[in-house]
């Protein structure tokens, strides 16, 4: 009975993981995202450099979806800062839309950046929802609180 319980109590945690790996082509499918990577302060902030530098047109510098050329785009492009978004995604996942790009609301391949700077996207896009949009060290005044002093 334990044996069973146990089991069914795994089985939306291990479907997440079949699921998550079977939505993407190789090489993506089984790709290895480091997590401690991903948790590194200077990772998320050399991720809100080329955020910056390449996505905040669309996405807006708040990473909310809203940047000046957003109003055109359709589908809208992806606000970074949705809790429920971040809930609902995989590192696997924003690495691959990143490598290859989104049809649709034309997000282009950035496949031309290294992996490490594909990295830092990921790590940068993923943090938002839980650390707000803004980096320390990046956006003038910004603390640890997610948003810039005055």
Do not use: F
């Not at 993407?24 to 948790?39: G, I, Q, W």
Request: proline residues 8%.
């Amino acid at each position: 009975m334990l044996r069973r319980l146990t089991l069914l109590a795994l089985l939306p945690w291990l479907w997440a993981c079949a699921e998550d790996r079977s939505q993407l082509p190789e090489p993506y499918a089984s790709l290895d995202v480091p997590r401690e990577m991903l948790a590194s302060d200077g990772t998320r902030q050399r991720g809100r450099e080329l955020y910056l530098e390449h996505c905040v047109l669309c996405h807006g510098k708040e990473a909310d979806g809203r940047g000046v050329r957003h109003a055109s785009l359709k589908p809208p492009p992806k606000d970074y800062a949705d809790l429920a978004w971040r809930q609902n995604t995989s590192p696997r996942h924003v690495y691959y839309a990143i490598s290859e790009g989104v049809q649709g609301p034309a997000i282009p391949a950035w496949a031309v950046h290294s992996t490490e700077q594909r990295r830092a996207l990921t790590s940068y896009e993923l943090s938002v929802a839980e650390e707000g949009p803004y980096v320390a060290g990046i956006d003038d005044g910004a603390g640890s609180g997610g948003e810039p002093s005055s």
